[in-house]
């Protein structure tokens, strides 16, 4: 739901973290998950480390809107499972986050969250239960990166980050089924 995307950036922000270069990230550098790529093709221009450092939230909150909520159509899943999809497209990319999706509820994985994705989402939260997704949806991630050849370097902070936000997650949908 659209009323989560600050809640949800703010879950992410903690595992994002402040300024990163580490030499075996493909992404380089970054600022609270913020490529210097990224933050180059959103100004439009070449952008010094110093500039990235110095992202303001505004533009931080937008790049994280449109990059990947948006375009996970994350304010039309069910509470909890927005802030799951998110959380993957900020680590892997929105396609390889709505693939997992796309896997798990039985429709072709393109790589898009269209009208087919999103009432299979709904058929199977109706079948098995939003936890259910969540489960699936979580363990999908944790296969996928074991598959990465950086999984070495990061492996356990990403198992760290899949389970935590899965708890979360489920807290979310659980509160709000209730309410």
């Not at 992202?55 to 449109?66: F, G, N, S, T, V």
């Not at 039985?106 to 109706?126: E, F, Q, R, S």
Request: overall charge negative.
């Amino acid at each position: 739901m659209e009323r989560n995307f600050s809640e949800a950036l703010a879950h992410t922000l903690q595992f994002e973290g402040g300024w990163a270069h580490h030499p075996n990230d493909p992404g380089g550098a970054t600022m609270k998950g913020v490529t210097h790529k990224t933050y180059a093709h959103y100004l439009g221009r070449d952008v010094t480390h110093d500039e990235l450092r110095a992202i303001p939230d505004e533009h931080l909150a937008d790049i994280y809107r449109k990059r990947y909520w948006d375009a996970c159509r994350c304010s039309d899943l069910p509470d909890g499972l927005d802030l799951a999809v998110f959380d993957t497209a900020v680590n892997t990319g929105p396609a390889q986050a709505a693939r997992l999706l796309q896997r798990i509820v039985g429709v072709p994985a393109d790589g898009g969250i269209g009208p087919k994705t999103l009432a299979a989402v709904n058929d199977y939260v109706a079948v098995h239960g939003l936890h259910a997704l969540i489960e699936a949806y979580t363990e999908a991630r944790q296969s996928f990166y074991r598959l990465l050849p950086t999984y070495v370097h990061f492996g356990e902070g990403w198992r760290k980050r899949a389970d935590g936000v899965a708890k979360v997650a489920k807290a979310i949908g659980q509160s709000n089924q209730s309410a």
